[in-house]
Protein backbone atom coordinates (compact mmCIF):
# COMPACT_ATOMS: atom_id res chain seq x y z
CA UNK A 1 0.00 0.00 0.00
CA UNK A 2 1.28 3.63 -1.00
CA UNK A 3 2.02 5.68 2.18
CA UNK A 4 1.07 9.04 0.45
CA UNK A 5 -2.37 8.92 0.63
CA UNK A 6 -4.84 8.43 -3.03
CA UNK A 7 -7.03 10.90 -3.24
CA UNK A 8 -10.85 10.38 -4.96
CA UNK A 9 -12.23 13.68 -6.02
CA UNK A 10 -16.15 13.09 -6.64
CA UNK A 11 -17.60 16.21 -8.49
CA UNK A 12 -21.57 16.97 -9.36
CA UNK A 13 -22.91 19.51 -11.44
CA UNK A 14 -25.37 22.09 -9.72
CA UNK A 15 -26.09 20.60 -6.38
CA UNK A 16 -27.79 22.96 -4.06
CA UNK A 17 -26.00 22.22 -0.76
CA UNK A 18 -28.90 22.81 1.29
CA UNK A 19 -31.09 20.25 -0.65
CA UNK A 20 -29.44 17.98 0.57
CA UNK A 21 -30.04 15.42 3.89
CA UNK A 22 -25.96 15.89 4.49
CA UNK A 23 -26.82 19.49 5.21
CA UNK A 24 -29.85 18.85 7.10
CA UNK A 25 -32.71 18.84 4.41
CA UNK A 26 -35.28 17.08 6.18
CA UNK A 27 -37.29 15.87 2.97
CA UNK A 28 -34.15 14.52 0.12
CA UNK A 29 -32.27 11.75 0.46
CA UNK A 30 -28.49 11.87 0.28
CA UNK A 31 -27.54 9.06 2.94
CA UNK A 32 -24.34 8.33 1.26
CA UNK A 33 -23.48 11.86 1.13
CA UNK A 34 -24.63 12.11 4.76
CA UNK A 35 -22.64 9.13 5.85
CA UNK A 36 -19.45 10.61 4.27
CA UNK A 37 -20.02 13.87 6.38
CA UNK A 38 -20.75 12.17 9.77
CA UNK A 39 -17.37 10.04 8.99
CA UNK A 40 -15.28 13.38 7.74
CA UNK A 41 -15.40 17.00 7.61
CA UNK A 42 -18.54 19.19 6.35
CA UNK A 43 -17.60 22.53 5.43
CA UNK A 44 -20.80 24.60 5.85
CA UNK A 45 -19.65 27.78 4.04
CA UNK A 46 -18.12 26.78 0.47
CA UNK A 47 -18.23 29.06 -2.52
CA UNK A 48 -17.40 27.95 -5.84
CA UNK A 49 -14.92 30.52 -7.51
CA UNK A 50 -17.42 31.19 -10.55
CA UNK A 51 -20.78 29.73 -10.33
CA UNK A 52 -20.89 28.19 -14.11
CA UNK A 53 -19.89 25.07 -15.82
CA UNK A 54 -16.59 26.13 -17.53
CA UNK A 55 -14.42 28.46 -15.72
CA UNK A 56 -15.77 27.44 -12.41
CA UNK A 57 -14.22 24.11 -13.43
CA UNK A 58 -10.72 25.81 -14.36
CA UNK A 59 -11.11 27.87 -11.47
CA UNK A 60 -11.21 24.46 -9.27
CA UNK A 61 -8.69 23.08 -11.43
CA UNK A 62 -5.98 25.91 -11.67
CA UNK A 63 -6.84 26.97 -8.07
CA UNK A 64 -7.06 30.50 -10.18
CA UNK A 65 -9.28 33.27 -10.32
CA UNK A 66 -11.24 33.73 -13.40
CA UNK A 67 -9.98 37.12 -13.63
CA UNK A 68 -6.41 35.49 -14.01
CA UNK A 69 -6.68 33.14 -16.49
CA UNK A 70 -8.86 34.51 -18.90
CA UNK A 71 -11.85 32.31 -17.94
CA UNK A 72 -14.76 34.18 -18.44
CA UNK A 73 -17.59 31.83 -19.36
CA UNK A 74 -18.42 28.26 -21.15
CA UNK A 75 -16.33 28.78 -24.08
CA UNK A 76 -12.94 29.97 -22.51
CA UNK A 77 -10.23 28.05 -22.63
CA UNK A 78 -7.81 26.61 -20.06
CA UNK A 79 -4.62 27.75 -21.35
CA UNK A 80 -1.81 24.90 -22.05
CA UNK A 81 0.13 26.40 -19.65
CA UNK A 82 -1.36 26.98 -16.48
CA UNK A 83 -0.72 23.98 -13.96
CA UNK A 84 -3.55 22.51 -12.18
CA UNK A 85 -3.81 20.01 -9.12
CA UNK A 86 -3.52 16.89 -11.73
CA UNK A 87 -0.26 18.33 -13.14
CA UNK A 88 1.22 19.15 -9.68
CA UNK A 89 0.16 15.70 -8.43
CA UNK A 90 1.37 13.86 -11.59
CA UNK A 91 4.71 15.22 -10.91
CA UNK A 92 4.82 14.11 -7.02
CA UNK A 93 4.06 10.89 -8.58
CA UNK A 94 0.39 9.82 -8.67
CA UNK A 95 -1.45 8.22 -11.34
CA UNK A 96 -3.96 11.00 -12.49
CA UNK A 97 -7.17 9.97 -14.06
CA UNK A 98 -10.24 11.69 -14.85
CA UNK A 99 -13.35 9.92 -15.39
CA UNK A 100 -16.79 12.18 -17.05
CA UNK A 101 -17.00 15.99 -17.42
CA UNK A 102 -14.99 18.87 -16.72
CA UNK A 103 -15.58 20.86 -20.01
CA UNK A 104 -12.16 21.46 -20.61
CA UNK A 105 -11.90 24.12 -24.00
CA UNK A 106 -9.19 24.58 -26.34
CA UNK A 107 -6.72 22.09 -27.59
CA UNK A 108 -5.30 20.40 -24.17
CA UNK A 109 -8.01 18.11 -22.86
CA UNK A 110 -5.84 16.18 -20.31
CA UNK A 111 -3.97 19.40 -18.32
CA UNK A 112 -1.82 16.85 -16.53
CA UNK A 113 -4.06 13.81 -16.28
CA UNK A 114 -2.22 11.24 -17.68
CA UNK A 115 -5.46 9.59 -19.11
CA UNK A 116 -9.00 10.97 -19.52
CA UNK A 117 -11.87 7.51 -19.24
CA UNK A 118 -14.78 9.47 -21.54
CA UNK A 119 -14.65 11.83 -23.74
CA UNK A 120 -17.08 15.12 -22.75
CA UNK A 121 -20.46 15.54 -22.38
CA UNK A 122 -19.74 19.07 -24.02
CA UNK A 123 -17.63 20.62 -26.78
CA UNK A 124 -14.24 21.55 -26.12
CA UNK A 125 -14.48 24.36 -28.69
CA UNK A 126 -15.88 27.88 -29.14
CA UNK A 127 -19.39 26.24 -30.18
CA UNK A 128 -20.83 27.54 -26.99
CA UNK A 129 -20.16 31.01 -28.30
CA UNK A 130 -21.90 33.40 -26.02
CA UNK A 131 -25.07 34.89 -27.45
CA UNK A 132 -24.85 37.46 -24.50
CA UNK A 133 -21.88 39.37 -26.06
CA UNK A 134 -24.51 41.69 -27.31
CA UNK A 135 -25.18 42.70 -23.94
CA UNK A 136 -21.46 43.72 -23.45
CA UNK A 137 -22.05 45.98 -27.18
CA UNK A 138 -25.67 47.46 -26.02
CA UNK A 139 -24.18 49.36 -22.71
CA UNK A 140 -27.17 50.64 -20.86
CA UNK A 141 -29.76 48.89 -23.25
CA UNK A 142 -33.04 47.30 -21.83
CA UNK A 143 -31.41 43.69 -21.22
CA UNK A 144 -35.03 42.25 -22.18
CA UNK A 145 -34.87 43.91 -25.39
CA UNK A 146 -31.15 42.91 -25.68
CA UNK A 147 -31.70 39.02 -25.30
CA UNK A 148 -35.53 38.98 -26.81
CA UNK A 149 -33.64 37.27 -29.92
CA UNK A 150 -32.52 34.15 -28.57
CA UNK A 151 -32.61 30.77 -30.10
CA UNK A 152 -33.53 29.34 -26.47
CA UNK A 153 -34.05 30.80 -22.75
CA UNK A 154 -32.89 28.86 -19.80
CA UNK A 155 -36.16 29.16 -17.97
CA UNK A 156 -37.97 26.10 -20.40
CA UNK A 157 -36.69 23.24 -18.36
CA UNK A 158 -37.96 25.36 -15.14
CA UNK A 159 -41.46 24.57 -15.57
CA UNK A 160 -43.51 21.60 -14.91
CA UNK A 161 -45.14 20.33 -18.46
CA UNK A 162 -41.04 20.13 -19.07
CA UNK A 163 -40.24 17.44 -16.73
CA UNK A 164 -40.52 13.95 -18.20
CA UNK A 165 -40.49 11.01 -16.24
CA UNK A 166 -38.47 7.59 -16.86
CA UNK A 167 -37.22 8.62 -20.10
CA UNK A 168 -33.43 8.14 -20.62
CA UNK A 169 -31.35 10.46 -21.96
CA UNK A 170 -27.80 11.80 -23.10
CA UNK A 171 -26.58 12.88 -19.72
CA UNK A 172 -27.83 9.55 -18.16
CA UNK A 173 -26.20 7.39 -20.37
CA UNK A 174 -23.26 9.83 -19.88
CA UNK A 175 -22.94 9.56 -16.16
CA UNK A 176 -23.73 5.43 -16.18
CA UNK A 177 -20.37 5.65 -18.14
CA UNK A 178 -18.61 7.93 -16.09
CA UNK A 179 -19.77 6.02 -12.92
CA UNK A 180 -18.17 2.43 -15.08
CA UNK A 181 -15.13 3.42 -16.16
CA UNK A 182 -14.42 5.09 -12.24
CA UNK A 183 -15.16 2.00 -10.80
CA UNK A 184 -13.27 -0.23 -13.00
CA UNK A 185 -10.38 2.14 -12.66
CA UNK A 186 -10.69 1.90 -8.78
CA UNK A 187 -10.76 -1.80 -8.93
CA UNK A 188 -7.73 -2.42 -10.98
CA UNK A 189 -5.96 -0.12 -8.45
CA UNK A 190 -7.15 -2.22 -5.72
CA UNK A 191 -5.60 -5.28 -8.10
CA UNK A 192 -2.74 -4.11 -8.86
CA UNK A 193 0.56 -4.15 -6.95
CA UNK A 194 1.99 -0.45 -7.55
CA UNK A 195 3.11 1.46 -4.87
CA UNK A 196 2.30 4.56 -6.49
CA UNK A 197 -0.47 6.62 -5.19
CA UNK A 198 -3.58 7.97 -7.57
CA UNK A 199 -5.67 10.90 -8.03
CA UNK A 200 -8.80 10.14 -9.68
CA UNK A 201 -11.68 12.43 -10.37
CA UNK A 202 -15.18 11.11 -10.67
CA UNK A 203 -16.96 14.35 -12.18
CA UNK A 204 -20.59 13.61 -12.82
CA UNK A 205 -23.40 15.80 -14.47
CA UNK A 206 -25.98 15.36 -12.25
CA UNK A 207 -28.49 16.67 -10.82
CA UNK A 208 -28.30 19.30 -13.91
CA UNK A 209 -30.92 19.79 -15.75
CA UNK A 210 -32.96 18.31 -17.45
CA UNK A 211 -34.38 17.11 -14.25
CA UNK A 212 -35.79 13.84 -15.85
CA UNK A 213 -35.77 11.56 -12.74
CA UNK A 214 -35.67 7.50 -13.61
CA UNK A 215 -39.05 6.54 -12.59
CA UNK A 216 -37.28 4.82 -9.21
CA UNK A 217 -35.75 8.06 -8.20
CA UNK A 218 -39.30 9.71 -8.98
CA UNK A 219 -41.03 7.02 -6.72
CA UNK A 220 -38.94 8.11 -4.13
CA UNK A 221 -40.81 11.51 -3.37
CA UNK A 222 -44.27 10.33 -3.79
CA UNK A 223 -46.21 12.07 -1.40
CA UNK A 224 -43.77 13.97 0.18
CA UNK A 225 -43.41 17.57 1.32
CA UNK A 226 -41.90 19.85 -1.57
CA UNK A 227 -41.23 23.03 -0.71
CA UNK A 228 -41.57 26.03 -3.01
CA UNK A 229 -40.17 29.29 -3.85
CA UNK A 230 -40.66 32.47 -1.76
CA UNK A 231 -42.09 36.08 -3.36
CA UNK A 232 -42.21 38.61 -1.46
CA UNK A 233 -44.98 41.49 -1.85
CA UNK A 234 -42.73 44.12 -3.94
CA UNK A 235 -39.19 42.21 -4.31
CA UNK A 236 -39.09 42.79 -7.60
CA UNK A 237 -38.30 46.67 -7.33
CA UNK A 238 -35.13 44.89 -5.01
CA UNK A 239 -33.67 43.25 -7.70
CA UNK A 240 -30.17 44.34 -8.52
CA UNK A 241 -28.76 45.32 -12.30
CA UNK A 242 -27.19 41.68 -12.24
CA UNK A 243 -30.69 40.05 -11.16
CA UNK A 244 -32.21 41.72 -14.62
CA UNK A 245 -29.81 40.72 -16.60
CA UNK A 246 -29.15 37.54 -15.82
CA UNK A 247 -33.06 36.81 -16.20
CA UNK A 248 -33.45 38.65 -19.25
CA UNK A 249 -30.65 35.99 -20.25
CA UNK A 250 -32.72 33.16 -18.96
CA UNK A 251 -36.52 34.33 -20.06
CA UNK A 252 -38.10 34.13 -16.67
CA UNK A 253 -41.02 36.18 -18.29
CA UNK A 254 -41.34 33.70 -20.86
CA UNK A 255 -42.33 30.59 -18.78
CA UNK A 256 -44.36 31.15 -15.90
CA UNK A 257 -42.33 30.42 -13.13
CA UNK A 258 -44.44 30.86 -9.94
CA UNK A 259 -47.33 28.62 -10.16
CA UNK A 260 -46.90 26.34 -7.02
CA UNK A 261 -47.52 23.00 -8.65
CA UNK A 262 -45.06 23.17 -11.77
CA UNK A 263 -42.77 23.95 -9.06
CA UNK A 264 -43.14 21.06 -7.04
CA UNK A 265 -43.22 18.84 -10.28
CA UNK A 266 -39.64 21.07 -11.05
CA UNK A 267 -38.25 20.10 -7.38
CA UNK A 268 -39.58 16.62 -7.54
CA UNK A 269 -37.45 15.99 -9.91
CA UNK A 270 -34.49 17.38 -9.02
CA UNK A 271 -34.53 15.90 -5.65
CA UNK A 272 -34.89 12.64 -7.39
CA UNK A 273 -31.96 13.68 -9.62
CA UNK A 274 -30.36 14.96 -6.45
CA UNK A 275 -30.33 10.80 -4.65
CA UNK A 276 -29.59 9.22 -8.01
CA UNK A 277 -26.56 11.57 -7.66
CA UNK A 278 -25.95 10.20 -4.34
CA UNK A 279 -26.29 6.81 -5.07
CA UNK A 280 -23.59 6.91 -7.41
CA UNK A 281 -21.30 8.43 -4.61
CA UNK A 282 -22.52 5.62 -2.99
CA UNK A 283 -21.15 3.13 -5.41
CA UNK A 284 -17.34 4.37 -5.54
CA UNK A 285 -17.23 4.40 -1.64
CA UNK A 286 -18.51 0.97 -1.78
CA UNK A 287 -15.67 0.06 -4.31
CA UNK A 288 -13.03 1.55 -1.81
CA UNK A 289 -14.53 0.11 0.53
CA UNK A 290 -14.65 -3.64 -1.52
CA UNK A 291 -11.12 -3.12 -3.05
CA UNK A 292 -9.42 -2.29 0.44
CA UNK A 293 -8.40 1.29 -0.73
CA UNK A 294 -10.16 2.92 1.68
CA UNK A 295 -7.63 2.43 4.45
CA UNK A 296 -5.66 4.84 2.04
CA UNK A 297 -7.84 7.28 0.47
CA UNK A 298 -8.65 10.53 0.74
CA UNK A 299 -12.56 11.17 -0.53
CA UNK A 300 -13.29 14.96 -1.39
CA UNK A 301 -17.25 15.60 -2.38
CA UNK A 302 -17.89 19.19 -4.16
CA UNK A 303 -19.90 20.44 -6.84
CA UNK A 304 -18.98 23.02 -9.15
CA UNK A 305 -21.95 25.19 -8.35
CA UNK A 306 -25.37 25.16 -7.20
CA UNK A 307 -28.99 25.90 -8.49
CA UNK A 308 -31.63 28.56 -8.15
CA UNK A 309 -34.76 26.51 -8.74
CA UNK A 310 -37.43 29.54 -9.42
CA UNK A 311 -35.96 30.95 -6.04
CA UNK A 312 -36.33 34.86 -6.30
CA UNK A 313 -37.75 33.44 -10.03
CA UNK A 314 -34.20 32.91 -11.05
CA UNK A 315 -33.05 30.00 -12.53
CA UNK A 316 -30.03 27.93 -13.00
CA UNK A 317 -26.77 29.63 -11.99
CA UNK A 318 -24.75 32.59 -12.92
CA UNK A 319 -25.62 34.77 -9.58
CA UNK A 320 -23.96 34.99 -5.65
CA UNK A 321 -27.04 33.85 -3.91
CA UNK A 322 -26.76 31.09 -1.75
CA UNK A 323 -28.50 28.42 -3.86
CA UNK A 324 -26.18 29.16 -6.67
CA UNK A 325 -22.84 29.91 -5.40
CA UNK A 326 -22.85 28.04 -2.31
CA UNK A 327 -21.74 24.48 -3.10
CA UNK A 328 -21.36 21.25 -0.79
CA UNK A 329 -17.63 20.00 0.54
CA UNK A 330 -16.73 17.32 2.72
CA UNK A 331 -13.98 15.63 2.65
CA UNK A 332 -13.14 12.00 4.63
CA UNK A 333 -9.83 11.35 5.92
CA UNK A 334 -8.87 7.30 5.99
CA UNK A 335 -7.60 7.91 9.26
CA UNK A 336 -10.45 9.19 10.74
CA UNK A 337 -9.13 12.58 11.31
CA UNK A 338 -11.50 15.45 12.47
CA UNK A 339 -14.74 13.21 11.89
CA UNK A 340 -18.05 14.98 12.36
CA UNK A 341 -16.41 18.61 11.96
CA UNK A 342 -18.33 21.14 10.65
CA UNK A 343 -16.55 24.28 9.67
CA UNK A 344 -18.78 27.84 9.40
CA UNK A 345 -15.50 29.46 8.54
CA UNK A 346 -16.44 30.87 4.44
CA UNK A 347 -13.93 28.62 2.14
CA UNK A 348 -13.68 28.59 -1.43
CA UNK A 349 -13.21 25.36 -3.54
CA UNK A 350 -9.72 27.51 -4.88
CA UNK A 351 -8.39 26.36 -1.47
CA UNK A 352 -8.58 22.06 -2.98
CA UNK A 353 -5.28 22.60 -4.98
CA UNK A 354 -3.16 23.61 -2.62
CA UNK A 355 -5.17 21.47 0.05
CA UNK A 356 -4.10 18.25 -2.92
CA UNK A 357 -0.82 19.11 -2.50
CA UNK A 358 -0.07 19.22 0.77
CA UNK A 359 -1.92 16.08 0.91
CA UNK A 360 0.31 14.54 -1.71
CA UNK A 361 3.83 16.61 -0.14
CA UNK A 362 3.97 18.45 -3.14
CA UNK A 363 6.10 21.60 -2.24
CA UNK A 364 6.66 23.20 -5.65
CA UNK A 365 3.58 24.48 -6.30
CA UNK A 366 3.62 27.91 -8.58
CA UNK A 367 1.54 30.64 -7.87
CA UNK A 368 -2.25 29.98 -7.17
CA UNK A 369 -5.31 32.27 -5.06
CA UNK A 370 -6.35 29.76 -2.66
CA UNK A 371 -5.49 28.98 0.99
CA UNK A 372 -5.07 24.99 2.04
CA UNK A 373 -7.32 23.64 4.12
CA UNK A 374 -5.62 22.03 6.21
CA UNK A 375 -3.93 24.39 8.69
CA UNK A 376 -7.82 25.67 8.96
CA UNK A 377 -8.94 22.14 10.39
CA UNK A 378 -5.64 22.08 12.71
CA UNK A 379 -6.46 25.80 14.22
CA UNK A 380 -9.93 26.00 14.29
CA UNK A 381 -12.53 28.77 12.81
CA UNK A 382 -10.91 32.09 11.33
CA UNK A 383 -13.25 34.64 11.38
CA UNK A 384 -10.93 36.98 9.11
CA UNK A 385 -10.65 34.63 6.17
CA UNK A 386 -12.33 35.78 2.99
CA UNK A 387 -13.12 34.01 0.04
CA UNK A 388 -14.06 35.74 -3.38
CA UNK A 389 -16.35 34.33 -6.01
CA UNK A 390 -16.63 35.80 -9.47
CA UNK A 391 -19.08 36.18 -12.49
CA UNK A 392 -19.20 37.65 -15.83
CA UNK A 393 -21.12 35.69 -18.70
CA UNK A 394 -24.58 36.93 -19.39
CA UNK A 395 -24.50 39.76 -17.20
CA UNK A 396 -22.35 42.61 -19.45
CA UNK A 397 -20.24 43.48 -16.46
CA UNK A 398 -17.37 42.17 -14.09
CA UNK A 399 -19.45 41.51 -10.64
CA UNK A 400 -17.54 39.99 -7.74
CA UNK A 401 -18.72 38.59 -4.25
CA UNK A 402 -16.75 38.43 -1.18
CA UNK A 403 -18.04 36.67 1.74
CA UNK A 404 -16.32 37.28 5.57
CA UNK A 405 -17.94 35.86 8.25
CA UNK A 406 -21.55 36.04 8.22
CA UNK A 407 -21.29 39.05 5.95
CA UNK A 408 -21.62 38.44 1.90
CA UNK A 409 -20.90 41.79 -0.35
CA UNK A 410 -21.76 41.90 -4.08
CA UNK A 411 -19.47 44.49 -6.11
CA UNK A 412 -21.57 45.02 -9.79
CA UNK A 413 -19.69 47.01 -11.90
CA UNK A 414 -21.13 50.16 -12.90
CA UNK A 415 -24.50 49.90 -10.63
CA UNK A 416 -25.49 49.30 -7.09
CA UNK A 417 -23.59 46.61 -4.77
CA UNK A 418 -25.49 44.33 -2.31
CA UNK A 419 -24.54 43.73 1.72
CA UNK A 420 -26.45 40.77 3.12
CA UNK A 421 -25.89 39.38 6.77
CA UNK A 422 -26.37 35.61 6.64
CA UNK A 423 -26.67 34.96 10.40
CA UNK A 424 -29.95 37.08 10.41
CA UNK A 425 -31.17 37.10 6.52
CA UNK A 426 -30.49 33.70 4.97
CA UNK A 427 -32.62 34.25 2.41
CA UNK A 428 -30.76 36.83 1.78
CA UNK A 429 -33.91 39.90 0.82
CA UNK A 430 -32.57 42.60 3.01
CA UNK A 431 -30.06 44.45 1.30
CA UNK A 432 -28.26 46.49 4.01
CA UNK A 433 -25.91 48.62 1.74
CA UNK A 434 -27.63 51.62 2.63
CA UNK A 435 -27.66 50.59 6.28
CA UNK A 436 -25.58 53.44 8.13
CA UNK A 437 -24.81 50.47 10.81
CA UNK A 438 -23.04 48.49 8.14
CA UNK A 439 -21.40 51.05 5.97
CA UNK A 440 -17.66 49.91 7.74
CA UNK A 441 -18.40 46.54 6.72
CA UNK A 442 -19.44 47.15 3.18
CA UNK A 443 -16.70 49.51 2.45
CA UNK A 444 -14.00 47.39 4.04
CA UNK A 445 -15.43 44.30 1.64
CA UNK A 446 -15.53 46.51 -1.41
CA UNK A 447 -11.76 47.98 -0.90
CA UNK A 448 -10.88 43.76 -0.31
CA UNK A 449 -12.63 43.42 -3.70
CA UNK A 450 -10.75 46.79 -5.82
CA UNK A 451 -7.58 46.07 -4.05
CA UNK A 452 -7.34 42.47 -5.18
CA UNK A 453 -9.17 43.30 -8.41
CA UNK A 454 -9.60 45.82 -11.20
CA UNK A 455 -12.84 45.56 -12.88
CA UNK A 456 -12.60 48.30 -15.77
CA UNK A 457 -9.23 45.78 -16.96
CA UNK A 458 -11.57 43.01 -16.63
CA UNK A 459 -13.94 44.12 -19.03
CA UNK A 460 -11.70 45.34 -21.26
CA UNK A 461 -10.09 41.44 -21.24
CA UNK A 462 -13.70 39.98 -21.37
CA UNK A 463 -14.58 41.62 -24.56
CA UNK A 464 -11.54 41.27 -26.20
CA UNK A 465 -11.50 37.50 -25.59
CA UNK A 466 -15.25 37.52 -26.81
CA UNK A 467 -14.06 39.27 -30.14
CA UNK A 468 -11.04 36.77 -30.51
CA UNK A 469 -12.71 34.03 -30.18
CA UNK A 470 -16.01 35.11 -32.65
CA UNK A 471 -12.87 35.02 -34.92
CA UNK A 472 -11.16 32.09 -34.53
CA UNK A 473 -14.81 29.81 -33.76
CA UNK A 474 -15.98 30.71 -37.38
CA UNK A 475 -12.51 29.89 -39.13
CA UNK A 476 -12.52 26.42 -37.26
CA UNK A 477 -16.33 25.64 -38.38
CA UNK A 478 -15.45 26.21 -41.87
CA UNK A 479 -12.62 24.22 -41.31
CA UNK A 480 -14.12 21.48 -39.89
CA UNK A 481 -11.91 21.15 -36.49
CA UNK A 482 -12.91 20.51 -33.02
CA UNK A 483 -10.94 19.80 -30.24
CA UNK A 484 -12.89 17.45 -28.77
CA UNK A 485 -11.29 14.24 -27.00
CA UNK A 486 -11.48 10.76 -27.68
CA UNK A 487 -9.96 8.12 -25.22
CA UNK A 488 -9.68 5.63 -27.69
CA UNK A 489 -6.41 7.74 -29.29
CA UNK A 490 -5.31 7.38 -25.80
CA UNK A 491 -4.78 4.03 -25.54
CA UNK A 492 -2.66 1.23 -27.11
CA UNK A 493 -3.39 -1.29 -24.58
CA UNK A 494 -6.11 -3.15 -23.58
CA UNK A 495 -9.07 -1.96 -20.90
CA UNK A 496 -7.58 -3.70 -18.00
CA UNK A 497 -3.99 -3.36 -18.66
CA UNK A 498 -3.56 0.00 -19.02
CA UNK A 499 -4.69 0.61 -15.79
CA UNK A 500 -1.60 -1.65 -14.71
CA UNK A 501 0.85 -0.73 -16.06
Known amino acids: MATRPNILFIVSDQMVAELTSAYGHAVVRTPHLQGLA ?20 ACIMSGR ?19 TFATY ?51 GANPEEVMAQRRRYNSESYIGDGIKIDTWHNALSYDEETHFRAVEYLRAQGESKREDPFLLVASYHHPHEPFWAPQHYWDLYEGAEIDVAEFPPGFEESRSQMDLNLNAYHGVTRNDLRNPESQRRVRRGYYGVTTYMDDKVGGLLRTL ?6 ENTIVVFASDHGDMLCEREMVQKRCFYEWSCRVPLIIRFPDGWKAGTEVQTPVSLLDLLPTFNDLAGCTDSLAHDGASLLPLLERGEDPERVVFSQAHEAVGMPCIMARQGSF ?14 LATDPKEWMNLIDDPAHA ?12 RFDPE ?4 DNLASLYR ?8 VDHGRTWSHDPGLDHRKGAMQQYLT
Open 65 to 83: HASEIGAWDNSSPLVCDQP
Open 289 to 294: EETGLA
Open 38 to 57: ESGVRFDSAYTPFPLCAPGR
Open 440 to 451: QIASQLEDLILE
Open 89 to 139: LAAAGYDTALSGKMHFVGPDQLHGFRRRLTTDIYGSDFGIYPEWIAIKEAK
Open 408 to 421: KFTYIHGYGPQLFD
Open 457 to 460: QMAD
Open 469 to 476: RRLIRGVM
